[in-house]
């Protein structure tokens, strides 16, 4: 050790002499270096450091001052950092322990939900109003209770299931289920990427992407939650949506969570989308940015909130013209459009790999399981395997759910006789609505919202009759809402809206209390929504169902409404 | 739909044909017996004590360093790759760059961690399995082709134990009372959902299990959810806005994260378990409140999880409770991972540290766990409950729990709770309790750094270097034990592991087979790392193998072995 530190004195003297040096950095520099030589020699594999740099002094000495002034830098740069956060919190007010004490004394938080008795009074009937399906699962014909009990009734027509094909209840699915229970268990106990996939969800993504003509598909836990997962898992800061102004909530939480710049097109208006993809385009030529944004125009199949159906071919046009990725939801549409069922696509004759991007679907709804996925190429499903947060990190779904979903599939794939029966029944469902209406005032009072193929029928009052009875319109309803929820209120009611809500429900109880039917409001929330929306009523249609039956309930539903509307 | 076996697919996964297994043999393998009551162990209450700050030994430092020269080189390989590739194979790289105008899914940058190091490792992950995942796997082998590129079946299986499965009870079974009933329940109710709670999905199903959670955990009222992730993914928006401020424990799950940033809610986040950070955050956020308006909070809410799912630590409960009461600040606990697995009777961490439910404000869970059914539960008082089923987007819009899973839970539950089978429920909560301590005891004597508490059944083994753990998963699959790997981003970056997931489904004598073969496999990658800092007595352990099956059964029951 003592020859060691006997050479780098000498070594820090080897420093050319064609230069001059002042020699008090000759003698500090040496005495670091003697410093460091010792402490380094202590830890092991240090002297490999040592030797490493002698020599590096010998070839360059100037290299290695800067080096040492660098890592000196470096070394004062990291120290430095606590005191500049430090400063940059300057705006901390400089309180005393007792100020704080006190700050902390006076602090009344909120409580942890809107406990006013007020808004409860307002709002809390809805919860008397959930019904409760008793004695067996939910079919065309039911046992419902409500108000804890306090209402029951038996045999009632069920027009309120989104389980619109009945296949989930023929003996050969239920075989199927209770022969997977008896092999797997129920739960699948771990998500995808541990063991929680097993051959039946894999087998069922096989079958999804044969039946609906796509590279791959991905199941999901719960439809509700693939939207937002999906969409945030290809998006990033500056990346763009452009979105239909009718989505459902779902999509407006994926819209807030994929941190794009979003922008929406009137509903289904082509020619506004059409103006705004060439807008939105000439700004990114502008920019030049350094690499194309990834661009989406979202919609959905059937929509959640009005039964309308997005006009596929010439989203399609614009999506290739513009060069946009289409993202359609089909929670409703698959299983329900198109001569198979195979959604949007089929019903306007498209092949959907050549027409969609990304789809959503949902398997509680027409197929009547569980669970969601999507479906695309393959690279999206292999991202989506990666960075989507909802299939990571959720367990898989039970193997029941996938192996009937599975078990459904193919029996649609062979027998197309419950789809058609559907589209049937929807047109009666339309038909029997809209007959007749010249000769009376239901016109009047409400608008059919929904495409005559949806097997859902959103009735909403018309905006005179709103105006007329509950002195406020769609505008005023929205604007006030978003304003409460921009002030962050806890308190977000809006009165007149409440009182057509009641309005709705009343009609929905008349149709159960006289007619042992049951349709239902479409529960959203304004507190939620971020789009402008109003209550409506929703009637669908499942293919257990018989025609007269059917035809008849509808004509009792408008009975109703009518008398109802015109005696307000 | 006729068998089309000869026409497969070779890159499919295969659809298994269940073996014909005598009933005995298959509840055996989804059940262990218990081979003797000494391997039980009944948990004690903490009785409200708070528990000491866990103590994490660390490695040696050249460990660390070869981690980190382990990483640097996958890096540096990637980025080389990467580069030549890129101009010397574009046929490999079309779907990351852009096309016909388009962006790319993803760029080669946001892929590289994905493409350079997470698929060199991919035939650790999402194996395929069938059947029940009880004490036994099925895993479904496959044949790994370019690197991972593809895989292919040829249609055999390995049975392989089971430390991977979330089985904490062993209720993942398809012979008794469970699958008895989730069968009756198909017949009775079939499995379509109908369609969100409010309008129609809601049947008395719903209304037992919900009654029967509440009480189990010891609050008014519960709600069911169709999804864990989703449970909390859309809880938060229901009461909080960019006026409230949620504090968070740094390892929260993802599901509370996404939940919380659809809330709009400010976050700050405190370091893992560190109470004494946790209160100066508290008090510093009351006094500063909201950025830039100075405004206080309208309300202050801490999430944590109960049981850490990577770490294995419990939340220090007694304290969370002190701090929330002394600074008036309302506290979530996500028990996805305790509920069931801990406690004297297996209602989650207010069991085990003995303190009042209601003093939590809101608790969460899931039922994917312990309860081999699948979905997530909110517990809280009644009127809470009450606005939350107004304010809740879930149950307005998503699909409801079907009823067989209803019916799993509503039958594991009372086995556990004791209303059906008396003795059942016990016994499978004192084996969860034995065989959690006895592996995570026998693992630390034989000389591995293993985090967490006592009586976590979530036990993280550590292997620092990102090469072992592919080594590790590989050898494990070799030995017929089924293992999970964790690597950065869900750990930090150094600190890769493997946890094993106890159940009550395993018996002493396959924890000892586990043992005897990590020991080995230990010795191999050179991870008998234990320094002793976490050791009861502060030595160095290094156990003979046998001397550890020996001596640990009996030892494991006694809290002084156990310094957290
Ligand atoms: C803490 C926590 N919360 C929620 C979840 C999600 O639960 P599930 O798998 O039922 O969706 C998990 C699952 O890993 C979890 O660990």
Redesign the interface.
Known sequence: MNTATNDTITGASVLPTSIPIPSFIVTTYSYIWYCFNVLLIKVPGGHYVVDYVKKSINDDPYRTMIEISLILYGIYYYLSKPQKKKSLRSNKPDLSEQEIELLIEEWVPEPLVNDSPLDMKKQGWRLEKIPIVLDGGIRSHIKVSRNNDNEIYDNVLNLSSNNFLNICNSERVINKVKETIKNYGVGACGPAGFYGNQDVHYNLEYTLSRFFGTESAVLYGQDFCVAPSVLSAFTKRGDVIVADDQISLSIQNALQLSRSTVYYFEHNNMESLDKLLSELNAAEARENLPAIPRKFIVTEGIFHNSGDIAPLPDLVKLKLKHKFRLFVDETFSIGVLGSHGRGLPEYFGLKRADSIDVTIGSMATAFGSSGGFTLGDHVMAYHQRIGSNAYCFSASLPAYTVASASEIIDIMENDNSEVTKLHRLSEILHNTMTSDNENNDLNKYVVIKSHKDSPVLHLELTAQFRYNKFHYTKDELYDTVSNLQKKCSSHIIFDPYENEEKFLQAIVDEVLTKYNILITRNTFLVKHETLPIVPSLKISCTSEISEEELSHAVKQIKETILRLCSSL | ?PFKEDKRDPT?????T?PNLPIEIKREN?FGTLTSKTYLHQVKSFEGKEIPDPVIDTPPYYISIITYVNYLILIIFGHVHDFLGIRFQKNKYT?LI?K????P???VLE?FY?RRL?KRIDDC??????????RF?T??NRVSHKFNEYFTYPGTTRMCL?L????YLG????EGK??DY??KT???????????????????L??EAERLIARFVGKEDAML??????TN??FF???L???CLIISDELN???IR?GV??SGATVRVFKHGDMKGLEKLI??Q???GQPKT?R??????ICVEGLFSMEGTLCNLPKLIELKKK????LYVDEAHSIGAIGPNGRGVCDLFGVDPNDI??LMG????S????GGYIACDK??I??????L??P????PM????L??IISSLKIIIGDINPGEGQERLQRIAFNSRYLRLGLQRLGFIVYGNADSPVIPMLLYCPSKMPAFSRIMLQRNI?V?IVAYPATPLIESRVRFCMSASLTKEDIDYVLRHVNEVGEMLNLKLNSGKSSWDGKVQRWDIEEVIKRTPEDCKDDKYFVC
């Not at chain 2, 992950?125 to 009880?134: H, Q, Y």
């Not at chain 2, 079907?402 to 899973?405: D, G, L, N, R």
């Open positions: 739909m499919h996964v295969p659809l298994i269940p989804e779907d852009e016909d105008g388009m962006a899914w993803y760029s892929s994905v997470k992950f999402s194996r395929p399995a069938t059947g029940v995942p009880g796997i895993c479904i089971n991977s499965s979330y089985n209720f993942a079974q398809s469970c699958t989730a069968i198909v017949e009775k109710y079939g499995i379509n959902p109908g369609g969100p709670r409010t309008q129609i999905g809601t049947t008395d719903h209304r959810f169709s999804m864990g992730y989703g993914a859309n928006n229901a009461f806005d960019s006026k799950h993802t599901s996404t940033r659809l008090r510093e009351i006094v500063l100075n206080p909070w309208k309300k202050i809410l600074y008036k600040c309302y404000d809101i899931t039922l994917t766990k309860f081999g059914a699948a009127w809470i009450d606005r939350l089923r107004l304010d987007t879930t307005n819009y998503a699909e079907p009823a067989p899973v019916a799993q089924a999970v």
